[in-house]
């Protein structure tokens, strides 16, 4: 299987094809935003500034996104293993380059998930997570419904919601996440491991289409 490096903005779905290739292929989960969420949670002297650049809407400093993907880089063995939340600038993404050709990583594909702000709003207005798994769930799609109204299926936690999904921080995270992505797209999509999903599609159909990447490509 590759390894799978999701370009995508906030509520694109790249939570829940993620949780699907962790169950059912042992994929090793290194999200940005989930280790960032934890050290706010800690609330150590980074965290409180992390909690005010998360609240604003704005990306946290390169020096932080890449020291966090460097330190799960090194932790994770002979497993594929998801990059969800990184690069989100080109400084990012040259950097990310330079790891994986460091660490002789080379079995990788990059997928975009394009999603518009109204359907990722919309999304991210009806979602809940439990803040001890991080599994999300969404209030208005029967197949991503807590099987518990307000409990998590896997840990039984009180599902919450996160404190920048409100409209206004959303539509901020939105914006920026658009602007500084352009020159990450054009600086991958010249390359044949790069791949384009229309995120709009089921969840189902979408995990459908990566399968295929990961797979198809991994026999050759």
Same mark, same amino acid.
């Given at each position: 299987?590759?390894?799978?490096?999701?370009?995508?903005?906030?509520?694109?779905?790249?939570?829940?094809?993620?949780? #699907?290739?962790?169950?059912?292929?042992g #994929?090793?989960?290194?999200?940005?935003?989930?280790?960032?969420?934890?050290?706010?949670?800690?609330?150590? $002297?980074?965290?409180?500034?992390l909690?005010?650049?998360m609240?604003?809407?704005k !990306? %946290?400093?390169?020096?932080?996104?890449v020291?966090?993907?460097?330190?799960? =880089?090194?932790?994770?063995?002979?497993? $594929?293993?998801?990059?969800?939340g990184?690069?989100? %600038?080109?400084?990012?993404? !040259?950097?990310?380059?330079?790891? !994986?050709?460091?660490?002789? +990583?080379?079995?990788?594909c !990059?997928?975009?998930?394009? +999603?518009?702000?109204?359907?990722?709003?919309?999304?991210?207005l009806?979602?809940v997570i439990?803040?001890?798994?991080?599994?999300? #769930? *969404?209030l208005?799609?029967?197949?991503?419904? $807590?099987?518990?109204?307000?409990?998590?299926?896997?840990?039984?936690t009180?599902?919450?919601t &996160?404190?920048?999904?409100?409209?206004?921080?959303?539509?901020? &995270?939105?914006?920026? #996440? =658009?602007?500084?992505t352009?020159?990450?797209?054009?600086?991958y &999509?010249?390359?044949?491991?790069?791949?384009?999903?229309?995120?709009?599609? *089921?969840?189902?159909?979408?995990?459908? @289409?990566?399968?295929? +990447?990961?797979?198809? @490509?991994a026999?050759?």
């Amino acid at each position: 299987m590759r390894n799978v490096i999701f370009i995508a903005p906030p509520a694109a779905g790249k939570g829940t094809i993620s949780d #699907y290739l962790i169950k059912h292929l042992g #994929y090793k989960h290194l999200s940005v935003g989930d280790l960032l969420r934890k050290e706010v949670s800690l609330n150590t $002297p980074l965290g409180q500034e992390l909690d005010e650049i998360m609240k604003s809407g704005k !990306l %946290v400093s390169d020096d932080i996104a890449v020291k966090l993907v460097s330190q799960e =880089l090194a932790k994770i063995s002979n497993s $594929p293993f998801i990059i969800d939340g990184f690069p989100r %600038v080109l400084s990012q993404a !040259l950097k990310l380059d330079e790891m !994986l050709v460091s660490n002789n +990583i080379t079995n990788n594909c !990059l997928i975009y998930l394009d +999603i518009s702000l109204d359907e990722a709003l919309k999304r991210v207005l009806n979602r809940v997570i439990c803040p001890k798994c991080q599994r999300s #769930y *969404s209030l208005n799609n029967d197949l991503f419904k $807590p099987k518990t109204e307000g409990i998590c299926d896997d840990c039984h936690t009180a599902l919450t919601t &996160r404190k920048d999904d409100n409209a206004d921080s959303f539509k901020k &995270r939105f914006a920026t #996440y =658009l602007e500084n992505t352009i020159p990450v797209l054009e600086h991958y &999509r010249s390359q044949s491991n790069f791949y384009e999903l229309d995120a709009t599609l *089921s969840s189902e159909e979408l995990i459908k @289409e990566v399968l295929k +990447i990961i797979k198809s @490509e991994a026999d050759q």
